[in-house]
Every structure is written in C-alpha cells, then in structure tokens.
C-alpha cells in the first residue's frame, strides 16, 4: 500500500532525490504546490524549529502526513553563518550569486575556511503530532574564492570537499546524494520510519 506524504517544499531536485528513497518504503512524495499550499514563515534560529514548521504548515492545510526540511552551509570562522539564513544569505530577492559573493567575502579575512552542510527532516503524522520523527546530516568541507563545477546549486561550486579534490558542483549526482548532508539524513529517516 502507497501512502501519500506531502513534501513541505517545491524544489523538484529534492522531491526527486527525496521520492527515490522513500519510493522503496511505500510513500508517495507530492509537493506542497500539487496542494495550493503556499511555503510556511521560517522565522526561527534553529534549522529543526524551521522545518518542523514547514512541516506543521503542510499537514495542516493538506491533512496528510508531510515531510520538511531546512539546511544550510554553516562557515566555522563565522559562527555558524550563514546557517537558517543560507538561502536568504545576500537578502531578497533570494540569489545563489549574491549570497556566494557574500559568503566569500565574509571570509576573505579569516583564515579558517572550513564549513560544513547540515540538514534537518521531519516527518509529522499530521498537523499536530506529538512526536515528530527528526533525523539530520552534517557534510564537512571548505569554502574556496573560485568556483569549480557545474552542477548541484547554492553554494555547491566553492564547497571544496579536500578529501576528493573536488567541489561539491563537480560531484556525480549519485555522488553527491550519497555523501552530502541531505542524502544523510534522509538515510536516516527511510531507517526510522521503516
């Protein structure tokens, strides 16, 4: 039996990677857009309180179990920035461009460049369930002044993954779903919700 989940986002490369997963277990992955549903505020400090939100947002205008995320790539030298703020990094309107600028120039001084993805999923039952299923990843790299790659996105081309001699935008994407933060946690998830 398939059941139906809700992802609380319209980004096809996750609803892509997130069906192939979850697809196996029994779930039907459909993007909150296949719903009218608009995206949720994400006004906390936290990536689990965001996606939990997400989350929240989506059961609640679908009724149907729903599944979030919230990540992001955090700079050591910056005390964790640009973090929840990753994809608004530069300001609005959101750009991969400007926030790379930013992030690259915030750096320029410092002379510790490691960074690392993180992400958050949750999984809720519905609107108000009292036990979230959470699981996270944590992806460790360095941030470089000179992009390398074409593929993957954000912040992908000037995260330099020292132990492969490539960017993350130079990695397969079977690759990258394998290694990165995302692919992680998702590993994670499909084990707790078997």
């Excluded at 599944?67 to 309107?93: F, I, T």
């Excluded at 460790?140 to 000037?158: L, M, S, V």
């Excluded at 492969?164 to 998702?186: P, V």
Aim: hydrophobic content about 40%; aromatic content about 8%; glycine content about 8%.
């Amino acid at each position: 039996m398939t059941r139906t989940i809700v992802l609380a986002s319209n980004n096809v490369g996750k609803l892509k990677e997130f069906s192939q997963l979850l697809a196996p277990i029994g779930f039907d992955l459909r993007p909150q857009g296949d719903f009218n549903v608009s995206e949720a505020e994400e006004p906390h400090l936290t990536f689990v309180e965001n996606a939990l939100e997400k989350a929240r947002h989506a059961a609640r205008l679908t009724g149907l179990p729903a599944l979030a995320d919230d990540s992001g790539v955090c700079a050591n030298a910056l005390g964790g920035a640009p973090g929840v703020l990753s994809a608004r990094y530069a300001g609005e309107p959101k750009s991969d461009a400007r926030n790379n600028q930013k992030l690259i120039a915030d750096l320029a001084a410092q002379a510790d460049k490691s960074a690392y993805y993180y992400c958050v999923l949750v999984f809720v039952r519905h609107a108000d369930d009292p036990q979230p299923v959470i699981a996270d990843g944590r992806w460790d790299g360095e941030i470089i002044a000179e992009a390398r790659g074409q593929g993957g996105f954000g912040y992908d081309p000037y995260f330099w993954l020292p132990s492969l001699g490539k960017t993350a935008a130079e990695l397969s994407a079977e690759e990258k779903n394998r290694l990165s933060h995302r692919g992680q946690a998702l590993r994670v998830l499909v084990e707790k919700l078997r």
